[in-house]
């Protein structure tokens, strides 16, 4: 008899981007990505409070059984000096894996870069839906006043390489200059 999985049903929270009976909540502090900003004094100070960056309301357990992976993720409004919260970013392990986004709430930018230096920006709106092909690295930005929410599906045998984001940083940067996103080079990306 062939194994056959159980269909699953997941309800979002279309006015906060949550799930509430979700598999796993992943919670992201500024105190776990500390080295990810550049202004490292507005790190020092903002780490008093440690403030929540995002959240990621899993739908399925981490050793589950099934071929896709489904999340919510919800990035809090605000910003580390001039730099706006943001997700830590990774490459998936599987460089042929890619993965859909789907924006609900808020505002911000995606960020992918290639190993060999590719780099790609890519606007987050409600309705928006971000396509990353396998070998992109990517990184998501609210830029806005409001929590950014995105729906992401991706293979569940993937893998999530975090290393060289944190070794390497990402090219671009999404930064507030006069109250408007703007995206420039990072001067300490090791690629450069
Ligand atoms: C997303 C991300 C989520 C958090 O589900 O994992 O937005 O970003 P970090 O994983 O970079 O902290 C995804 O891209 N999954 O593959
Ligand atoms: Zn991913």
Avoid: C
């Avoid at 990035?75 to 943001?86: F, N, R, S, T």
């Avoid at 609900?104 to 790609?120: A, P, R, Y």
């Avoid at 390489?161 to 940067?173: S, T």
Wanted: hydrophobic share 35%.
């Amino acid at each position: 008899m062939p194994h056959h999985l159980m269909p699953m049903l997941s309800q979002i929270d279309l006015q906060h981007g949550t799930i509430k009976d979700a598999a796993e909540v992943i919670v992201r502090r500024l105190s776990d990505m500390q080295g990810h900003y550049q202004d490292q004094n507005a790190v020092r100070d903002l780490l008093q409070e440690d403030p929540i960056l995002y959240r990621v309301y899993l739908t399925t357990p981490p050793d589950h059984e099934y071929q896709w992976r489904t999340a919510m993720s919800v990035i809090e409004p605000g910003k580390v000096g001039a730099e706006y919260y943001m997700t830590k970013g990774h490459f998936h392990k599987d460089q042929q894996a890619p993965e859909v986004y789907l924006t609900l709430l808020g505002k911000g930018q995606i960020v992918m870069q290639t190993h060999d230096g590719q780099t790609e920006t890519q606007p987050m709106l409600p309705g928006a839906v971000n396509y990353i092909p396998g070998g992109w690295a990517h990184r998501t930005i609210n830029t806005g006043d409001s929590p950014l929410a995105f729906f992401a599906v991706w293979p569940a045998d993937a893998g999530h390489d975090y290393a060289g984001v944190a070794d390497r940083g990402f090219p671009l940067l999404v930064l507030e200059e006069n109250g408007q996103p703007v995206v420039v080079p990072n001067p300490h990306y090791e690629g450069s």
